[in-house]
């Protein structure tokens, strides 16, 4: 492991924390271990910042105040990531220098040949109740392969093994009448009576006693059973076909690389280890590989050095080092300023005393309020007729719309565009809702969600956002991060963009500048700050004008009817019937029975023979 000279009299915890357990390690400047404290397993993913800081009281209640302090914690991959972590240990470890990185790098860190600048690039191959690779190359370069879950990813790992002893014992008892060897193992180890114990049991089994499974995996194999030794090569060729993948993005071929081998797994099964380092020399013949010598958490301490002495090389990826105090997340704010605050956060004089109003003169003030909205947009409608004429021309060049927003605006930008296809009979990707935080944002907050440039960003990356589509942020206030990060990307990839916001006081860089910005000033909410009112009507409003009138335009309504409507119940059917007769003339029956003969397609149904459907102008 790297070693710096420090002073002995310096403290520096280590904090490594992963799917299966915490290490929390206070060693002083030569490397002797001063206190070890082991405790269950910790994502940040799984953490609000306030459990965090519980997290963390739980640890510092054990140890002396360290002088510095390193962090690797599974799922801290961005930078707000870090600043999410460093912000609750600032709570119990205030003015404490902090470095904060993901727990693979700590234990990349912990592998490394003794010295801070690396030789030759280090590939970090993991194999515990998850799988991946892990490396940085010469030029600081990182690239993670793998880390997605048992459900997605995994292969080669604990559970990956188990599950896969299961799926081959059970399938060999179908097709030969016999219980193998292997599966006399697992029914012992899981204390079952017989095969078909195992249905009830995998209805609720956790992920780690089917990852324990691996072991009678590993001790069948000592008994030569083909079974087990099929299944460990099996595992072993993922694993090594994902480092070297891994590594071909690091290195050129034939370059000599560094390969660590980690996780329970890899550490505590040496013949196995030795068949992945096999496989290994053999696709990449330079291959130094080697297990890891010490624990991870060794590489948290050494981050901690580094975060007492920033002129020290820190570890690529970690946070750089400086006190640990609290912070709000810094990405993406103040992107786009605003030169006076925004109406939507500004008192209402005519709210003043909403908490003491009789409850029939509250209701007058918030419907008089919402009536004022309609006139405010009827300002904006040259814009709002730019932006509905954007969206019929994408839709007719192959193009979609997507709405993004956050919060209520990223909720009405969703259920608009879910209204879509029953409406207009359109496919479900033709109109699109982006919200930060994603699906579990519709129903309750997400912390942080909107703060997340780069999530606004990678949102648009990977829907496939190109030049035929249509962007368009909805931000009430106009400022939300989340929003400017995919309107940048979408700019950037030739999207038409277009913002609705309620703040006519944006100062937006020419470079961010939406094509179209529709900015009417609703002025302040009954509710200060509430913009699910006002601003959440007037939203509600602008989205159903948008999408309405692009669709007539491209003839989904005739007269003032739908006539691409999908009939997929009892109700729609009932209006198609309706819609028929309206436009031919024919009775219920017979509009019943052309629809019918359609397969319930309004616009077939209305058409005479050997004539198209009209279309819209």
């Given at each position: 492991m790297m070693r710096h000279p420090h002073s002995r009299d310096e403290r520096y915890l280590g904090v490594q924390a992963g799917a299966t357990r915490t290490v929390a390690l206070l060693a002083d400047g030569s490397g002797r271990i001063l206190r070890r404290l082991e405790t269950g397993p910790a994502h940040l993913k799984l953490l609000t910042e306030a459990q965090l800081a519980r997290w963390f009281r739980s640890i510092a209640a054990g140890l002396p105040r360290p002088d510095a302090l390193g962090i690797g914690l599974a799922g801290a991959w961005l930078e707000t990531d870090s600043h999410k972590i460093r912000s609750a240990a600032a709570r119990v470890w205030p003015r404490v220098p902090c470095s904060v990185t993901n727990d693979l790098e700590t234990t990349l860190m912990a592998g490394a040949d003794g010295t801070c600048a690396p030789r030759m690039p280090r590939v970090l191959v993991v194999s515990d109740c998850d799988s991946g690779s892990y490396g940085r190359g010469l030029n600081g370069a990182a690239v993670r392969m793998g880390?997605?879950?048992?459900?997605?990813?995994?292969?080669?790992s604990g559970y990956d093994i188990g599950l896969r002893a299961l799926r081959v014992v059970v399938d060999a008892y179908d097709h030969k009448r016999a219980w193998p060897p292997l599966g006399h193992r697992l029914l012992r180890a899981l204390q079952l009576n017989e095969p078909r114990d195992l249905i009830d049991w995998a209805l609720t089994v956790e992920k780690e006693e089917i990852a324990s499974l691996a072991a009678e995996v590993f001790a069948a194999q000592g008994s030569r059973d083909k079974m087990s030794a099929g299944i460990l090569a099996e595992a072993a060729r993922h694993l090594t076909r994902e480092a070297a993948a891994c590594a071909r993005l690091l290195a050129e071929p034939g370059a000599r690389v560094q390969f660590v081998l980690a996780g329970r797994i890899l550490q505590e099964q040496p013949r196995f280890a030795a068949q992945v380092g096999r496989a290994l020399r053999k696709l990449w013949p330079q291959a130094l590989v080697a297990p890891l010598e010490c624990e991870g958490v060794w590489g948290a301490v050494e981050l901690a050095k580094r975060a007492l002495k920033p002129g020290e090389r820190g570890g690529?990826?970690?946070?750089?080092?400086?006190?640990?105090?609290?912070?709000?997340?810094e990405s993406g704010r103040a992107i786009v300023r605003s030169s006076r605050q925004s109406p939507t956060e500004l008192r209402n004089p005519r709210s003043m005393r909403l908490d003491r109003l009789p409850l029939s003169r509250a209701i007058m003030l918030m419907l008089s309020e919402e009536r004022g909205v309609p006139g405010k947009l009827q300002a904006e409608r040259r814009r709002i007729a730019?932006?509905?004429?954007?969206?019929?021309?994408?839709f007719r060049r192959g193009g979609r719309l997507f709405y993004v927003g956050a919060g209520t605006s990223g909720r009405l930008g969703v259920l608009d565009a879910s209204e879509c296809p029953p409406t207009f009979g359109t496919p479900p990707g033709l109109v699109q809702g982006i919200i930060a935080g994603g699906q579990p944002a519709l129903w309750r907050s997400v912390e942080g969600a909107e703060d997340r440039v780069w999530a606004g960003g990678r949102a648009v990356e990977f829907r496939g956002v190109n030049r035929r589509d249509v962007v368009v942020g909805i931000a009430a206030s106009g400022t939300t991060p989340f929003v400017w990060g995919a309107?940048?990307?979408a700019k950037r990839r030739g999207a038409t963009t277009a913002l609705i916001c309620f703040n006519p006081f944006l100062q937006i860089p020419r470079s961010l500048r939406p094509g179209i910005v529709i900015a009417p000033s609703l002025g302040p909410e009954v509710l200060t700050g509430s913009t699910r009112l006002k601003a959440g009507t007037a939203t509600k409003q602008l989205l159903n004008i948008l999408t309405t009138l692009a669709m007539v335009r491209l003839g989904k309504v005739r007269s003032n009817l739908m006539i691409d409507l999908s009939a997929a119940n009892s109700k729609l059917r009932g209006r198609a019937v309706r819609i028929v007769r309206d436009l031919t003339g024919a009775d219920a029956s017979g509009a019943a029975e052309a629809l019918r003969r359609s397969g319930w397609v309004v616009k077939k149904a209305i058409a005479k023979p050997g004539r198209k459907p009209r279309a819209a102008v």
């Open positions: 880390g997605w879950g048992h459900v997605l990813g995994g292969k080669g690529q990826g970690a946070e750089s080092a400086r006190g640990c105090e609290s912070a709000i997340p730019q932006l509905i004429r954007a969206i019929v021309r994408a309107l940048g990307e």
